[in-house]
């Protein structure tokens, strides 16, 4: 496998967008059935928001074994198995009686949702080194990227048909799908040769020694936080477009268009740069538009702290772009830093990603949403956490320069030495 020669199937970057829109369809599509779900189960909007919460808390526990269980029994049975128990919360999410099941069959979606994200990095770097392996991810990204603005407008038009259960079974019949294209398209790409045994007491050492690598740390900081200052208006939704901006639930596409167009342009930037810069200076770029929009939120939410359209969702596009432009690059690095253990320190990175969002959307969102102006000083905080982080990386290289995996000495380089 080279750069130069990459031999993955057509479909392959298709099944992993698929598997990467799960995750923003389970969540975004249910914000605009908000207001049914509180009526109906006669919850207040802080229950409604545990909706978003509890489904993070469990995709991001369950993270830290997907990608262990891969590495013992292969990505392929972890993949569709995931998507298998993922249809039927869903079916039963559809079908609950009462708020508390509503919430068990959220926590169930995900426990399994992070099967196809968590494995499904792990399929990228089995198959692809360098900056083949970057433009990989950024197209898998370019692709997911449209999730979160078709999400919200699909759950819109559905509560017209079938009110808030529509969503659930559109979720169903659509992971149905992928576990059946996944089990005629997908080939398995970790060979037994490679497995190594699922023992918990020795998936808890393998975790540990992630700890024990310097700049293991930083990247994981860096990698999961950056998506966070983004996240927080994600999370916010129903409360910017409702009650800041006094829109219907068709409105929601005012703040997912902006942060799709950035999504997705940035995804595309960055599979670009891959071959001709250093990924120091693709993260770099991605951080000085992450900067960017962070001074634009604050000018917007000092000005119109209620928010005047299209002004203050216009910075969530320089966002976007950041947090693309940074992700693939800061990802590939997180998991070179165990050749032999991808799946677990994927899981790793997944499991503190989505314990992140939990905090923002079950706990920031609701303090932070009153007006866009705290919403952007949030914003910023956890932008400045990802920058400083990426700086102490380097800091970390210097001082302790790292034994980097034989197939991905250049790369490292690139680091240490851009060009």
Same mark, same amino acid.
């Given at each position: 496998?080279?750069?130069?020669?990459?031999?993955?199937?057509?479909?392959?970057?298709?099944?992993?967008? @698929?598997?990467?829109? +799960?995750? /923003?369809?389970? *969540?975004?599509?249910?914000? /605009?059935?908000? $207001?049914? *779900?509180?009526?109906?189960?006669?919850?207040?909007?802080?229950?409604?928001?545990?909706? +978003?919460?509890?489904?993070?808390?469990?995709?991001?526990?369950?993270?830290l074994f997907h990608g262990a269980i891969s590495d013992a029994i292969?990505?392929?049975?972890? *993949?569709?198995?995931?998507?298998?128990?993922?249809?039927?919360?869903?079916?039963?999410?559809?079908?609950?009686? %009462?708020?508390?099941?509503?919430?068990?069959?959220?926590?169930?979606?995900?426990?399994?949702?992070?099967?196809?994200?968590?494995?499904?990095?792990?399929?990228?770097?089995?198959?692809?080194? @360098?900056?083949?392996?970057?433009?990989?991810?950024?197209?898998?990204?370019?692709?997911?990227?449209?999730?979160?603005? *078709?999400?919200?407008?699909?759950?819109?038009?559905?509560?017209?048909?079938?009110?808030?259960?529509?969503?659930?079974? &559109? =979720?169903?019949?659509?992971?149905?799908?992928?576990?059946?294209?996944?089990?005629?398209?997908?080939?398995?790409?970790?060979?037994?040769?490679?497995?190594?045994?699922?023992?918990?007491?020795?998936?808890?050492?393998?975790?540990? %020694?992630? !700890?024990?690598?310097?700049?293991?740390?930083?990247?994981? +900081? %860096?990698?999961?936080?950056?998506?966070?200052?983004?996240? =927080?208006?994600?999370?916010?939704?129903?409360?910017?477009?409702?009650?800041?901006?006094?829109?219907?639930?068709?409105?929601?596409?005012? &703040?997912?268009?902006?942060?799709?167009?950035?999504?997705?342009?940035?995804?595309?930037?960055?599979?670009?740069?891959?071959?001709?810069?250093?990924?120091?200076?693709?993260?770099?770029?991605?951080?000085?538009?992450?900067?960017?929009?962070?001074?634009?939120?604050?000018?917007?939410?000092?000005?119109?702290?209620? !928010?005047?359209?299209?002004?203050?969702?216009?910075?969530?596009?320089?966002?976007?772009?950041?947090?693309?432009?940074?992700?693939?690059?800061?990802?590939? &690095?997180?998991?070179?830093?165990?050749?032999?253990?991808? @799946? @677990?320190?994927?899981?790793?990175?997944?499991?503190?990603?989505?314990?992140?969002?939990?905090?923002?959307?079950?706990? =920031?969102?609701?303090?932070? %949403?009153?007006?866009?102006? /705290?919403?952007?000083?949030?914003?910023?905080?956890?932008?400045?956490?990802?920058?400083?982080?990426?700086?102490?990386?380097?800091?970390?290289?210097?001082?302790?320069?790292?034994?980097? $995996?034989?197939?991905?000495?250049e790369l490292q380089a690139q680091i240490a030495e851009p060009r």
């Open positions: 496998m080279t750069d130069a020669a990459p031999t993955v199937p057509r479909s392959l970057p298709w099944l992993l967008a @698929g598997l990467s829109m +799960i995750g /923003p369809f389970s *969540i975004d599509a249910v914000f /605009p059935a908000f $207001p049914l *779900i509180g009526g109906h189960f006669a919850v207040d909007d802080t229950a409604l928001q545990q909706l +978003i919460s509890v489904y993070l808390v469990t995709y991001g526990s369950m993270s292969g990505r392929k049975p972890v *993949i569709v198995g995931g998507m298998l128990l993922y249809a039927l919360a869903s079916a039963g999410a559809a079908l609950s009686t %009462s708020f508390a099941m509503l919430l068990g069959c959220r926590a169930l979606q995900g426990a399994c949702a992070g099967a196809g994200l968590v494995v499904g990095r792990a399929v990228v770097r089995d198959c692809l080194q @360098g900056a083949a392996a970057q433009r990989l991810m950024s197209r898998v990204m370019m692709i997911f990227g449209i999730a979160p603005v *078709i999400a919200p407008m699909v759950g819109a038009q559905l509560l017209w048909l079938d009110g808030w259960h529509g969503i659930f079974w &559109l =979720l169903t019949a659509f992971t149905v799908f992928m576990a059946v294209a996944l089990i005629a398209l997908l080939r398995e790409t970790h060979p037994v040769a490679s497995r190594t045994a699922f023992v918990p007491r020795e998936l808890v050492a393998t975790y540990l %020694s992630f !700890g024990r690598d310097r700049p293991f740390l930083p990247l994981l +900081i %860096s990698s999961t936080i950056n998506f966070c200052g983004l996240f =927080l208006f994600i999370a916010s939704a129903p409360r910017i477009v409702r009650e800041l901006l006094h829109l219907s639930a068709q409105g929601f596409p005012w &703040l997912f268009l902006p942060v799709v167009v950035g999504l997705v342009f940035g995804a595309w930037l960055s599979g670009r740069l891959a071959e001709r810069h250093s990924v120091a200076f693709t993260v770099n770029l991605g951080y000085a538009s992450m900067g960017a929009a962070c001074v634009l939120h604050l000018a917007g939410g000092l000005l119109a702290p209620r !928010g005047v359209l299209p002004w203050s969702m216009l910075p969530l596009v320089l966002h976007g772009i950041g947090v693309q432009l940074a992700f693939p690059t800061l990802t590939l &690095l997180l998991l070179d830093r165990f050749p032999h253990r991808r @799946g @677990g320190a994927s899981s790793v990175q997944a499991f503190v990603s989505l314990l992140l969002n939990a905090g923002v959307a079950g706990v =920031l969102s609701p303090l932070l %949403s009153t007006s866009l102006l /705290p919403l952007a000083l949030g914003s910023c905080v956890l932008t400045a956490i990802g920058w400083l982080a990426w700086h102490w990386y380097h800091v970390t290289l210097r001082e302790e320069p790292p034994s980097p $995996p034989l197939r991905d000495v």
